[in-house]
């Protein structure tokens, strides 16, 4: 039993999800029917099921971003695509029929993750750098899409997707357990996990074995663009409207954040799509919880890298080394 | 009392998940002495030495220095006491300067501020007396070979070692001349009354320079000997746990007759600016055929180009009488071509990745990205390839860097056998593998070709060429100089064939 204990410790997703769990419990005591869930006409309400259901376009683009981590790359341009994507369904929907909406907002964020791929496989841009581009001139293109106006919409499947339930549950739960069902699937049970992991840790070697890792760039970052899509849709089916300026704004760090505490190392190698789920619900729960506790909004992003610092050296195996070893040390030496 | 040894450990164990690495290994090193370690893959002598220089904490045992208990708890503490070592695989930083590379964590300083001016002199000067070796200090690491890389590694320990110098395998990407080199360097250090401790693979170097050796074999201590006391086939037998006979590599060599055997490889005009200039080459079904010529003389060049690494621009190449279109890793390992890169470390291991993910990597390549091989199948091709060569592990979901450097160079040898290779191109297959082991590849060699496949063969050492091989290719200076086969092909013809060199192979088109 303790070994099992002791093994679980030793696991990438066991620092992230203690915190997490802290986290929760600290809420408790902020307010004490946080864990509780409510049934009213067949759906579930509850702190508890709001945070899930708000963290899930975070979860969404993390796992995106996981991916294109993995192979020592970044993404810094999601926030951007996320509200392109939001742009195009309103605008689309205002004339046309809400499935092409969907369809094509999708496609946008395909493009622009191809786009990003091609700059960093084909013309080996840095990844910071060729995200970039689209970063900054991705909120212009949502501007022009909608017009320089937050765009409404009006359309009951649309909103349903944004917050309608499902079962009992909010449906965009099932949207992010699909998207994360799926990226198990292509880790799993096809090769790219292998691929990706391998190029991500030694593209010199990776090419030797027949791995063609420009393909694999490339199918990374679209991924990548279609996640962030997919949390588009989802952002602006809540509130059902497109802002260009605002939706999505600053999104790309907490999903950063969101992979380094799951696990996943920026130097590129081994990903943890479960750390990374865990990673992004931790975030969520950590921003709810400064606004609960009523923190001052200008120090919210102290607090908030104050407590990642201390995530991610609860991380390190050396910090906890070192920290385990101050107690020791004057024990052993006498 | 003046203490006769400088260096003396008692007891020492190292566990590590699932392996005994070291149990009660005592060592001693006197002053002015140049003590081998000798092993083989997997024996534990990297531990011991990572120990020694406090990378690793021992489990249980004590270290003496100058008779005086130490407690080595981290590098600092062992560079303190003057203990410095050049580990198995190069830790220098790539994209440093050579210079800083050097005086990294110790510049000379200036006001509080770091001297680069004196940095580079001293390094130059380091370089010069110490390895006699001269070169632009303030060029990145990386733009020198590894040779190079190893020798400024080895400045760098000598410049900082002041009582015990350690060098774990640093001759095995040397060539005869920079190991002369080096053991030069090593003689004057002994004079000077340093203690050395050296790990190598070939025997003769290890004959050659030591006073003492020190036999490991799976983590215990077997025995201390003087040198020229013990006699090598003794120290082999010592080493692999029984009787060696160093005849049976030379073994009555069966010389095919493979004019018969239909031809699988033949590549006209062939070549690529700045690595190889045009030449023919062609190659039988079931031969093995050997590429021989100094280091840098375009042997790896050559097998690169043919694997698809490098693109040709010149000349075609069939297969199978198939002329071979575009070129490249992924399409040749589908046709049947393996290539086991020589620099296992940069071209061959996955760090991250488990033994089982690194063996089955070629072949999942081989079948794409969607043809996942199932985890029972993946299981069964790794511990079907850890038998055949006997791979050291507790297990096939170790890290590949947890294990021994020959025992890396397995698996990476088990990635390309896994593909069911027609013509198998393995470069300096029994590089920093010890004789046992290397007597088994050999042997896998002859089988191999037995049932068919097409070998080609590259290797630094001639004997072993000659021993292994039905035909050698010599190149020089990127130039394929001629042709030996059967009774003609001998060390001494090769080497004046290598010597002399005017002569160009007629069949070369100009
Ligand atoms: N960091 C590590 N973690 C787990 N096992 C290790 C580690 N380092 C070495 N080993 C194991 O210890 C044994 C001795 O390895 P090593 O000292 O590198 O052998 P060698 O004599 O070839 O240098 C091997 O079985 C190896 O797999
Ligand atoms: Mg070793």
Redesign the interface.
Known sequence: MKQYLLKFTRQKIFWPLTALALFLVLNLFIDPGFFEIEIKNNHLFGSLIDILNRSIPLVIISIGMTLVIAKEGIDISVGSVLAISGATAAAIMEHQNIWLALIVALIVGIVCGFWNGLLVSVFEIQPMVATLILLVVGRGIAQLITGGQILTMDNEIYSFIGTGFLFGFPFPIYIGIFVFLMMIFLKK????G??L??I???M?????????PKKIILLVYTICGLCAAIAGIIVSANVSSADANNAGLWIELDAILAVVIGGTSMRG??YFLGGTVVGALFIQTLSTTIYSIGINPQIVMVVKALVVILVCLMQSESFRRSFANMGKKKVSYT | MVSEYLLRSEGISKFFPGVKALSNVSFTLKQGEIHSIMGENGAGKSTLIKVFTGVHKMDEGSIFFKEEQIDLDSPQSAQNKGISAVFQEVNLCENLSVAENIFIGREPKKNGRINWKEIKKRAEQLLLTRLNIKIDVSKVLSSYSTAIQQMIAIARAVDMSSGVLILDEPTSSLDKNEVKQLFKVMKSLKEEGMGIIFVSHFLEQVYEISDRITVLRNGQYIGDYVTNQLPRKDLVSNMIGREWDENSNHKEKQFKNLKSSELLLSGTNLARKGSINPLNIEMRKGEVLGLAGLLGSGRTELAKVIFG?DKPDQGVLYLNNEKIGSL???S??ERGVS?C?EDRK????????TIR?NII??L??????????PMKEQERIANKYIKLLRIKTPSIEQSIDNLSGGNQQKVILA?WLATNPTLLILDEPTRGIDVGSKQEIRQLIFDLAKEGITILFISAELEETVACCDRVIVLRDRQKIGELQGEDMTESKIMDMIAKGDEIDETIPS
């Open positions: 049970r096809t090769a790219m292998l691929f992991e391998s991500g840790n030694n010199t070697a990776s090419k030797f074995a027949g791995i063609q190698g081994r | 690494i490249n890793p992924k040749s390992i290539f890169p940069v071209e061959g291991i996955i760090n991250d990745l993910e990597l070629g999942q390549t081989k079948k794409g990205l969607l043809k996942y091989i990635r």
